[in-house]
């Protein structure tokens, strides 16, 4: 109860404004509250104040007024109440809090669904459970959708599929971005085949949207059944703790097929899906910090894949210089740092906002900016599992890399790579088809490639990070980065291993003086110079402004065969 009278205080305050929801917002203010009292109305809800036509006359005047009603408050006061009470938004009021003020424009409020089966025909709510229309966030259009698990739990029938189909023909026809409030408990089964139609109709433009408009996904509810799947094509799924729950088969069919006993949030909530499964890239505590940070994260992207990368005001010198970085390093090779305190040394302000920060967390992605412009960031993290590469990082990385290009963002890579994890799990599992989809993205890129190696760049792991040998833009070394086929004391093993071990111990020594430092790789032009630390942001900013101009295209073909 304390989140939902937070939620109505932070209405009140973001919208001290006369909302229609008809339009749905109304520019001209004036005391609804006061003229509902004077006329015995009494059409305000949870904030947000219901424009009134009882000035307009009766007849169709009157009815618009009666739909209009019954579309602000969906499935009822007591359905409202018990939203509130499980510490979740409706649908409204989350749109409220995502665009600006008066921004939202709502389409198809009095659409209603077709179906007359199961008494069906007797409960046709205006809206048909879904809130669809366009607006602004942070200035830069938008097109969005907001299920209403107030309206039939807000499940998804003909109509409802429709009106969200509509809306992301809308966002692809103005090359706009589409975000989609999950809250559903899955089909309308009252209506059988038609409602499953309707999932594929969005799965169908998931398919032909993506890499044209960035798609985002926030399930703040219930997402079961076939309603996952369209999650899951879109770009970011991020998620509500202990409120929202994604899964192909609830707890009672696992329970029924495999008699595991398991709840609905250890089977697909927010901590299964961002640190066990990565279908989910963030989680946060309730709507509002969600919504909040989704706003935050709407920033960083473009708006189509041939629109300009957003550009933001920054005092942040590219010729900032920073000491700390010469430090950072121990002189021990196997001493972990972290390489997040790198990245926020080197971007704008410090700023990162990092993506699947809880999973695979050998491996650091993540947004920021270099002069106010959006970059996205790969980079080994040595602080887990030395910065090795496995099979979800590989997965991780591959699929962030081969957004970035779809949209145009640069990729600054930071190397500290001791190679692949060993193991017969990671063999079993796939490591070396799933490894392939980190090179095919690098290679496959044709953004600006910007690649920083920071110590380690070992064996084929070297050559998967963002090298040279793939079309590398700019590769640079610190005067720590050691790039070979493997460390020193396992290469004096395995090419002397026939000698005494104090042979061995000088061949180590041997092998590390002539390949444990960049220069065989700067003499060969495989890194384009070894840099200091300290002038890393400086060297890295020069580079993108440089490489804005960069023309690469791939040959012709129907599209590529990556190692899915």
């Known amino acids: 109860m304390q989140r939902a009278s937070r939620a109505r205080s932070l209405l009140r305050a973001r919208s001290n404004r006369t909302v229609s929801v008809g339009q749905c917002y109304s520019r001209k203010n004036f005391n609804l509250e006061k003229y509902n009292r004077k006329n015995g109305n009494n059409v305000s809800y949870q904030g947000i104040q219901i424009k009134n036509y009882a000035t307009l006359g009766t007849g169709f005047e009157d009815t618009l007024r009666e739909k209009t009603r019954e579309a602000g408050l969906g499935g009822g006061l007591d359905r409202i109440n018990a939203q509130h009470a499980k510490g979740k938004l409706t649908a409204r009021e989350r749109i409220l809090l995502l665009v600006d003020r008066g921004s939202f424009r709502e389409e198809g409020m009095f659409v209603e669904h077709r ?53 992301m023909d809308k966002a692809m026809k103005l090359q706009v971005p589409i975000i989609g409030l999950n809250d559903s408990g899955g089909a309308r089964i009252q209506e059988g085949v038609d409602s499953l139609a309707g999932y594929a109709e ?76 990565g279908v989910a890239h963030l989680s946060f505590p309730n709507d509002i910090v969600a919504l909040s940070k989704l706003r935050d994260f709407y920033d960083y992207l473009p708006l189509s894949n041939k629109a300009p990368l957003p550009v933001r005001q920054t005092n942040d010198d590219r010729y900032r210089v920073e000491p700390s970085l010469d430090r950072i390093i121990s002189n021990d090779p196997n001493k972990p740092y972290d390489m997040l305190e790198v990245i926020k040394l080197i971007t704008d302000d410090g700023e990162f906002f990092e993506i699947s920060p809880n999973y695979a967390k050998n491996i650091v992605i993540g947004f920021s900016r270099m002069e106010g412009r959006t970059i996205g960031v790969v980079a080994n993290q040595p602080k887990e599992m030395a910065g090795c590469l496995d099979i979800n990082a590989s997965i991780k990385a591959a699929r962030f890399v081969r957004f970035l290009d779809a949209f145009n963002i640069p990729i600054l890579t930071f190397v500290d790579v001791p190679g692949f994890l060993p193991g017969k799990d990671q063999e079993w599992g796939g490591v070396i088809r799933n490894g392939a989809k980190l090179l095919y993205a690098y290679a496959e890129a044709t953004v600006p490639k910007v690649t920083v190696i920071t ?63 960049p220069m065989p790789a700067a003499r060969r032009g495989f890194v384009d110079a070894i840099i200091s630390p300290r002038d890393t942001r400086r060297v890295i900013c020069e580079d993108l402004e440089m490489l804005r101009t960069k023309a690469v295209t791939n040959p012709w073909k129907k599209h590529g065969n990556i190692p899915l």
């Open 115 to 167: 179906c007359n089966d199961f008494g069906m025909a007797a409960q046709k709510p205006p809206g048909d459970g879904v809130v669809t229309g366009s607006g602004t966030i942070n200035g830069r259009p938008v097109y969005l959708f907001s299920q209403d698990f107030t309206v039939f739990g807000g499940s998804l029938s003909e109509t409802h599929a429709a009106k969200i189909s509509k809306i």
């Open 202 to 277: 969005v799965f169908q433009r998931n398919v032909m949207s993506s890499g044209v408009i960035p798609q985002i996904s926030l399930i703040m509810g219930p997402c079961a059944g076939g309603a996952v799947y369209s999650p899951a094509i879109t770009d970011f799924t991020f998620m509500v703790d202990n409120t929202s729950y994604m899964f192909v088969t609830g707890p009672n069919v696992v329970k029924t097929v495999t008699h595991e006993d398991i709840t609905s949030e250890q089977l697909g909530g927010s901590v299964t899906h961002t640190t066990k499964s």
């Open 455 to 517: 110590r380690k760049a070992y064996g084929g792991a070297y050559d998967v990070m963002s090298s040279k040998h793939l079309r590398g833009d700019q590769n640079y070394a610190w005067p720590s980065a050691e790039i070979a086929v493997m460390g020193s004391k396992g290469a004096a093993e395995i090419l002397f291993a026939k000698e005494s071990k104090e042979k061995i111990a000088e061949r180590e020594q041997e092998y590390k003086d002539k390949f444990a430092n």
